[in-house]
């Protein structure tokens, strides 16, 4: 294993959470993701978390086709490992929000680990108007709906994704996502090194307060002990906060303008790539290094980037 000052950073170039009107560099066309995927890698992220949209409006596109817009262009200029969502969008059904990663057969595929609130009303606080009418009805909508990721769903994701070797960035907003984990650990459906990304910050999961992070990296530590690799992502304004304070705790890190529209207060972030460097940064100024794409390959036993479908 490579040493453990390594640290992995993962880059989540656009999401679905944030829309075209809250900031004119969130990547929604295939040449932008594509732009903003090797910007990342290059500024040092080994992983790459993708999502599509719709190329006119800007709306989350889960179709194999908007995923083939991209994935090719960015497979041929970078060797970072490429992770592709099976979240979608809240609102989607799971065997929507899986077709690209069966289809694409990724290296890694991103999965939440549980149903959930996930409130993304209070951002109409903020932003008054829209370029489309998607995007305020997408934060109203929020306001009453379950993101559904039960135990059946999650086992069909993994039983469908698994026979191609691709393994999973396990996303947990909440104490219980991790003994949700640690069912399916126990009952073999999953095989460490667990990739385990705990979320802080959204609405309807655990805070980014210190003291939340501590106790989801204990419990994480009690379940999994030596079997599971921890990463940490803080949503909007808590995203470095979350960043120095997982890395100083021996975690990696996730960041990129889908979990943050933002690089320092009221400043919006230019780019994915430019929150990697200060992410970098915070890492290097911890005495820690950045891991490669293949370090991250191999800290996490993934299959190569020469065994994907794209």
Known sequence: MPSSNKVIITCAVTGAIHTPSMSPYLPVTADEIVTAAVEAAEAGAAIIHLHARDEKTGKPDQSPEGFNRFLPRIKQRTSAVINLTTGGHPSMKVEERVRPALEFKPEVASLNMGSMNFG?????????????????????????????????????????????????????????????????????????????????????????????????????????????????????RNQMPVVAIGAAMGGNVRVGLEDSLWDGPGTLAKSSAAQVTRARRILEGLGLTVASADEAREMLALKGGDAVNF
Request: hydrophobic share 40%.
């Open 120 to 236: 993304l009303f209070r951002m109409l606080d903020r932003y008054k108007s829209f370029q489309h009418e998607w995007e305020r009805k997408s934060l109203e909508d929020s306001y009453d709906l379950v993101f559904r990721n039960s135990f059946k769903d999650i086992e069909f994701v993994i039983r469908a994704c698994s026979d191609a070797g691709t393994k999973f960035e396990f996303e947990c907003y909440d104490t219980a996502h991790l003994y949700t984990l640690a069912h399916f650990y126990e009952q073999g459906l999953v095989k460490p090194p667990l990739f385990v990304q705990t979320v802080f910050g959204i609405l309807g999961g655990i805070s980014p307060n210190p003291e939340d992070i501590l106790h989801l990296k204990r419990t994480a530590d009690r379940l999994f002990g030596d079997d599971y690799k921890w990463s940490v992502l803080g949503a909007g």
